[in-house]
Nanobody, 114 residues
């Protein structure tokens, strides 16, 4: 059974940091292209970052470049999203996905507010 379980979301003040984790099981994680998406209320789901199977290539949305870092630990079947200098506009539900395989997590809420 395929599972992607996100964790690490929460409430943080503007300028703060959070690290999201996504634990994968039920498929060969080490060969999977992974990504993080987010969806804010009333908005479409937005691609945030991607990472290739061995982590050699990463991409970021312009809105998060220089503030977010995606990385993975294939030994732990986990992909991470390190978020820094958070802004209220980063408030959203964040989803982990092995999108090329159609696998999505349930999402974790990130709220940036003072």
């Amino acid at each position: 059974q395929v599972q992607l379980v996100e964790s690490g979301g929460g409430l943080v003040q503007p300028g703060g940091s959070l690290r999201l984790s996504c634990a994968a099981s039920g498929f060969t994680f080490s060969s999977a292209f992974m990504a993080w998406y987010r969806q804010a209320p009333g908005k479409e789901r937005e691609l945030v970052a991607t990472i290739t199977s061995v982590g050699g290539s990463r991409t970021y949305a312009d809105s998060v470049k220089g503030r977010f870092t995606i990385f993975r630990d294939n030994a732990k079947n986990t992909v991470y999203l390190q978020m820094s200098s958070l802004k209220p506009d980063d408030t959203a539900v964040y989803y982990c996905t092995a999108r090329r395989r159609g696998y999505w997590g349930q999402g974790t809420q990130v709220t940036v507010s003072s």
